[in-house]
């Protein structure tokens, strides 16, 4: 009678036997079995011990089927060597081809070399060194090879096949060719179904009219929609644009950058930044928002404009303009402004500001209705100012020289006003100095006048028409009469460094208050 240990040891030691049994019955059902040829040779005297198969060889393994027309059966290693036009089908969707197979019974795995060949239904692999575990139905090459579907050619140094799944996996000098783009990268993923490239390191996409650049993202190669994730640039002859992530739909001619987005404009030296950007190739349109910056690069300054939206877009004779909207506020050394709206004109230099525009030159503070800056090899030439116009220099902390009309324009010579042309409903308020001694303050009225200006100063004042106008001694002047109606000094709200144009104050043009109508309130009403 067995002890109670005993009894456990014996079951422990017949289970193992049994599992031992199992697990040799399973190695017997593996054994690779050779099923046809046309001559059989028994080689005894080799070592390791083998059969050679000569003519038409059928060999099976499961459900693997190999065809080719010489093969070495090694049966106790359970290993074979196949010669010819050698034939593999895996599962009844996998057919791999080759001229000679190193076939491994016990592990399932097969080493295909020269003119391999992998067949899955859409997918076509060709390659010079193919290893494939018929386990996990995954194939590798790792000396070159090319991969071929409906829509695509992809060649690499390195590649892996899992073939259950329908994805790819390459490595090294990966190149994928479609009809639209040529795709560079270091190391790329594919969905066969979904037709999904998925970029895993520094990848160059080459169209034929623009470069993306990125080291992260997708792209689906059937809708032609794709983002990319990091260090993304999209290069094209006039422009190149950068963010954090970008989004593109090639069909609809569409792109949506987001975070950190620079826009370089390389024909016209420009640059738009901001945190979202869109384009649309088919109409040339680009629209930025959040944060929204544009710089004009010039040799000798740059000007920053900030607004809630920017848009660049072309006018019918394809000439390219800019356009900013709402809380306008731009910085250069020599100019500064703020209005509600801008357009920037490419073909004839000009920048015109809409809706309450003040500008600020060297001492000089202008406004009017509506502000056009012409320019000329990006300097400045001319300054338009149509409506309500009034311009205002300080002359030290309590006098203010004051200049205004229906329409204004100032001339500009080497980034200075050096003649101001009043037209319609001129008059003048300044203080003549002598020797750097206030003389008085001299008034005057006319419907044409024109101002020449030196070193900042009012040098000569030449009325076109016969000015009605006065000169006051200092101690003459009332604190009333010191200012022309609707004077307003501004210098709040001047940007005085580019930091400064995403800062902004509201404010109300003073003549805008002055032509307000009060309505009487009508009694029994609030």
Known sequence: MLSKANRYTFILLTGIICLANISS???????????????????????????????????????????????????????????????????????????????????????????????????????????????????????????????????????????????????????????????????????????????????????????LYSEDGWYNTESNISQFFKNTTLDSKSYQIKGDSIYLDRNNELARIFKNVELRDTVNNLILKGNYLETFKNTEEALMTDSAVFIQITDSDSLFLHSDTLKIEKDSAKFERIKAFHHVKFYRTDLQGICDSLVYTMQDSTIRLFNDPVLWAQQNQMVADTIGIETQNKAIRYLHFRGSSFLTAKEDTTFFNQIKGRNMLGHIKDNKLYKLDIRGN???????????????????????????????????????????????????????????????????????????????KEYTPIRKLNSAVKKPIKKGTL
């Open 25 to 211: 019955s399973a190695q017997k059902k593996s054994k690779v079995l050779i099923k046809n040829s046309d001559e059989v040779q028994f080689v005894r005297n080799s070592d390791p011990v083998l059969n050679k198969f000569l003519g038409n060889v059928f060999i099976t393994h499961g459900d693997i089927k190999m065809y080719c027309d010489s093969a070495y059966q090694f049966e106790k290693q359970n290993t074979l060597e196949a010669f010819g036009n050698v034939h593999i089908i895996n599962a009844d969707t996998v057919h791999i081809y080759g001229d000679y197979l190193k076939y491994y019974g016990n592990t399932k795995f097969a080493e295909m070399r020269d003119n391999v060949k992998l067949k899955n239904k859409s997918v076509t692999v060709t390659t010079q060194f193919l290893d494939f575990d018929m386990n996990e139905s995954v194939g590798y090459y790792f000396n070159g090879g090319k991969i071929v579907d409906a829509e695509n050619t992809l060649t690499s140094d390195i590649g892996r096949y899992y073939t259950k799944q329908e994805l790819l996996f390459f490595k090294d000098n990966v190149k994928a060719v479609t009809t639209d783009y040529t795709l560079y990268s270091d190391t790329l993923k594919y969905n066969t179904v979904s037709k999904i490239a998925f970029i895993l390191g520094p990848t160059k996409i080459v169209g034929e009219k623009e470069t």
């Open 426 to 504: 001129g008059e003048t308020l300044y203080y003549p100095v002598d020797k750097e001694v206030i003389m008085g303050m001299n008034i005057a009225k006319s419907s044409n006048i024109s101002i020449l200006i030196e070193k900042n100063k009012i040098d000569r004042i030449i009325f076109l028409k016969k000015p009605d106008g006065n000169m006051y001694p200092l101690f003459e002047v009332e604190k009333e009469m010191k200012f022309l109606k609707d004077f307003q000094w501004l210098e709040e709200y001047q940007p005085k460094s580019k930091e400064d144009i995403f800062i902004w």
